[in-house]
């Protein structure tokens, strides 16, 4: 895939119906980007690749380097990555997700019906992340999995890397519209879904505009094939958003 | 792009809100599909792609072999194509678009989630088609296109081709959900968006299932960018369906 366009597999909703004993090999998975988000078999915590290098971000606040070779068993029941060439980077500091939202905004006026890549490198304060524990059963929604999620606030301000996407509205259902963003810190040893954030100075924000989206269903996976994707769009809001 | 994925361009809640201006240029469109169906700038009636060739069927109840080279000015503002390799074909009859949807089911049972291309040959009987009359000015929506429209029903039986896609619920307002087709006839003389049809006796219906769908959007279009794209399900339905 060419840099800057959006590798998708499965969509949200599959999610929202517990769509995830089955999922794409994550040595597939990087083959189409180096920077992306998504989740596990049985939705088992966060997933954040960066530079190449995928991570596990689990409950239990553990950080584990996941092999993306084709030995792994490695898979993610649904992900979007890109291969991130940030065509804009700058400097800004922000109180929240809205602030941040409007940095992006001010630096891409015409991205609001597109795709945007995100990169942030630096000292986060009052950062919530939550990583889902995993469904209790297979087949079990990830609204009910949020329910079990752990969430954590870092107490002291922490210096690490945000990866996300932000998706445009028309995309809900498919995709998580709005900004959707993945934690790590820089020794790679916490993160997880960020819940909300600020800085306290300025931080390195980097992203692209992307207008190319390509999306993979499972096949062979009978629990696709049944889902009803309904597409609960204000329950996606809450879990994801 | 490889057999059997879709390629769109664009979104359907863009024509919805008239972004129809511009477009990708039809040499850019047949280098990612043969079989396919769209439409052409301001509206101007319906394109239907098959074999690698493209036509125009305009409300005069003209049609017109495209030009596809890079030298040809012709555009589609909406358009999906695949490289279509038909994977099961086989003869049936049908009344309407419910007993062919129906048929289509029972080959392909588990593709509720995916898409389909489907080509049709053979002999038609009550086939009703419309041909969009094109904007009255730059920017009128679909809606308003669509009351414009010419629709012509074939009196006597005849023989040609169907070009179409289903796409599955969820996508609905990117792609067209549920069955969207066009018809030209085998001189390729008349045609345009099948409303309603129905077969005396049996046709031959070849379909493959899709699973990865490739969604360019229009880039340096200012219509576009500052589109709404609230996507009007109910009004898509009504005038695509």
Known sequence: MAVNEVFQYSIISALMDGVA???????????????????????????????????????DRTVTPVDTSPASDAVAPFAMVTRFRPTVTFTAAFADKKALFAHLSDHFPDSRNFFLAIRIEGVFKGITV???????????????????????????????????????????????????????????????????????????????????WHVELPTNDPDFTKAKLEGDKEGIAVVEG
């Open 21 to 59: 004993s089955n999922g794409l090999p994550v040595s597939d998975l990087v083959s189409h980007g180096d920077h992306g988000l998504g989740t596990f078999r049985y939705m088992a915590g966060e997933m954040v690749i960066l530079d190449g290098k995928l991570y596990q971000m689990k409950s």
């Open 130 to 212: 939550r990583t889902a524990a995993g469904q209790s059963r297979p087949g079990e929604g990830l609204m009910e999995v949020g329910r079990n999620q752990t969430s954590h606030t870092f107490e002291q301000p922490v210096r690490g890397s945000v990866i996300g996407f932000r998706s445009p509205e028309y995309t809900m259902g498919i995709s998580v519209a709005g900004d959707h963003m993945h934690f790590i810190n820089e020794d790679r040893t916490e993160g997880g879904h960020i819940l909300s954030f600020g800085t306290d100075g300025d931080v390195e924000i980097s992203a692209a505009q992307i207008s190319r």
